[in-house]
């Protein structure tokens, strides 16, 4: 298989594209074909060598932990997918070595779940580090129907994921955006459960206007379509 793979710790430059034998498929081993993968900020730290002392790790070193494809070949103890199955995973083992940058990934069966049918393959691999870290926050806080959830750096891997999956989980409100950007674009507008179309969330952006407030409010005929707008308000 082809895959990125490292001989040591080191800088980026120490990453190449190469052949591989294909892994290894225990008994309770997915092999996925990957058809696409994630990059989160883990996998430099793991590349420089910073996870050493937490994970065994062994080289060649293949990174990556979020992946996107298809079941290729499954282990006799495997119950949960069948080859041909489409299959999303945050595929972080025991040890590190076989990670999901390369072709073909052996993935334990807890790691993986059924790929979203409404989600692209790059968009699905996005989800798994980022969208568990969301969530796993959002219930250490028990957020639920009626809270108001406040969501630093709402434009982020982690943040946009935490204001939708909030939403879903029920909050009247979630925010905002990142304290120091200057545009709030990319920022999910979510709407407000009012029913008289009051803000979907408010947060305070530090642009070089300092002390003005980024809002949003929804047209209650159309929730959905929110219209960002700025005014005076307590400093950032």
Known sequence: MKAIAIDEYGPADLLTVRELPDPPVGPDVVLVQVRAAGVNPVDWKVREGYLAGAFPSHFPLVPGWDAAGVVAAVGPAVTGFAVGDEVVGYVRRDHIQYGTYAELVPAPERTLAAKPVQVSWAEAAGLPLAGLTAYQALQLGRAGAG???????????????????????????????????????????????????????????????TGWTWRSTCSAATPWTCRPSCSPGRPA
């Open 147 to 209: 809270d108001t959830v406040l969501v630093h750096g709402a434009s982020g891997g982690v943040g946009h994921l935490a204001v939708q999956i909030a939403r879903a989980l029920g909050a009247d409100r979630s925010s905002a955006p990142p304290a120091r950007t200057t545009t709030t674009s990319s920022v999910p507008s979510v709407p407000s459960r009012s029913r008289t179309g009051t803000a979907c969330w408010t947060g305070c952006a530090s642009s070089r206007r």
